[in-house]
């Protein structure tokens, strides 16, 4: 295992939130960052199809230092992989499970958690080197189905729903074997200020202590 893997794997266990910027600019980058990094969390994801993603990313980076990893999403081919890396990102999700995606961001040395809503596309990108699941879109699914995936996945595989997450819905999916959550537009809206999306992170982040 990488030293960013296990780092990546620190990081969200001491916060299985990743909060996700889609449509964030760079010139916002840095103070949300920062409310979102104060509030507590430690991972954050840039979407690609967000205005001048690779700008954000390495912002972000800069910003973040040794406090979060920054990583990029809906990454959907392997020249977007070494985009990010040159970026200064360090994590790279899709929406899908694309099994080239994911040989070049482990060949790359970076986090790879990719898309997958069956046991057969669960399957297919753990081995491929996958290092998490993206169980996505989650709102498609439920706590049930995720805790029937965890019944044959691999022990140790970690597990991440993402889509239509609220603070509400936390506690549901964490009893059904949920390793941590990506957070969308429950956390963050484009155009949101830092001062209106710190109070949101925060109640994310009160949801993991009850």
Request: overall charge neutral.
């Amino acid at each position: 295992m990488s030293a960013l893997v296990e780092r990546f794997q620190a990081m969200l266990a001491q916060c299985p939130l990743i909060a996700i910027l889609r449509g964030l600019r760079p010139d916002e980058a840095e103070a949300i960052g920062e409310a979102l990094i104060e509030a507590g969390i430690r991972i954050i994801e840039v979407p690609l199809n967000s205005p001048e993603p690779y700008a954000s990313i390495t912002r972000l980076a800069g910003l973040a230092g040794t406090r979060a990893l920054i990583g990029a999403g809906t990454v959907l081919d392997v020249d977007a992989v070494a985009r990010v890396a040159a970026a200064g990102g360090q994590i790279i999700v899709s929406p899908a499970t694309d099994s080239a995606v994911i040989a070049a961001t482990v060949a790359a040395g970076l986090v790879s958690l990719p898309g997958f809503f069956t046991p057969s596309e669960a399957f297919t990108a753990l081995a491929a080197g996958a290092h998490g699941l993206k169980f996505f879109p989650a709102e498609a699914g439920s706590p049930a189905v995720l805790k029937a995936m965890r019944a044959v996945l691999p022990r140790g595989t970690l597990l991440l729903p993402v889509g239509g997450i609220t603070p509400e819905a936390v506690a549901a999916w964490r009893d059904a074997g949920a390793d941590g959550f990506g957070l969308g537009s429950a956390l963050y809206r484009p155009g949101m200020t830092a001062a209106e999306i710190a109070p949101r992170a925060a109640r994310f982040v009160a949801t993991l202590s009850g």
